[in-house]
């Protein structure tokens, strides 16, 4: 009757920290999670492309999404045997949904526009759902780069 439960060999990681909802916290989200993944062992290619994506996210959390007296929230979710990668970053702003804009509509003279394009082509994945009661949540997943792609 008594089964021996699987016992799992590498823990899912998780990582959730709010940060200010000003460039100081864009930029220390960044640092935050390329120490964190660092200490998982994480890949170094999966860290890389992470920390772009971290960066373009929090940044837009800061330029888009802040409410006078809101912090933005990081969160990541790292499984080691799938090598996967989920980042979130939550905002204060539900309103203000993210959107990819046209390729032939961003000009070469535009200062902005293009960061959810980067994050489009680093991550695998990207999405956005709203986190009650009134913000939203921009979830990008990035798997490890696997021989033979």
């Known amino acids: 009757m ?11 990681r998780t990582f959730v920290q709010q940060l200010s909802s ?3 916290g864009a930029r220390l989200a960044r ?34 999404g802040c409410v006078p ?4 929230r ?9 090598q996967r990668l989920r980042i979130e970053a939550t905002d204060a702003r539900g309103d203000r949904q993210p959107r990819v804009p046209a390729h032939e509509t961003t000009s ?6 293009r960061g ?12 956005c759902v709203p986190y009650p009661p009134s913000g939203k949540s921009v979830r990008a997943d990035l798997w490890a780069t696997r021989p033979g792609w």
């Open 22 to 24: 000003t460039p100081r």
């Open 69 to 72: 007296g809101r912090d933005f």
């Open 74 to 82: 990081l969160a990541l979710a790292y499984s080691p045997p799938a």
């Open 116 to 127: 959810l394009l980067l994050v489009a082509a680093l991550s695998d994945r990207w999405d």
């Open 108 to 113: 070469a003279i535009e200062a902005g526009g």
């Open 2 to 12: 008594n089964q021996a439960l699987p016992q799992l060999t590498h823990a899912p």
């Open 31 to 64: 640092l935050l999670m390329v120490t964190e993944l660092r200490s998982w062992h994480v890949l170094p290619d999966l860290t890389e492309r992470a920390e772009l994506v971290v960066a373009e996210l929090a940044g837009n959390a800061v330029l888009h």
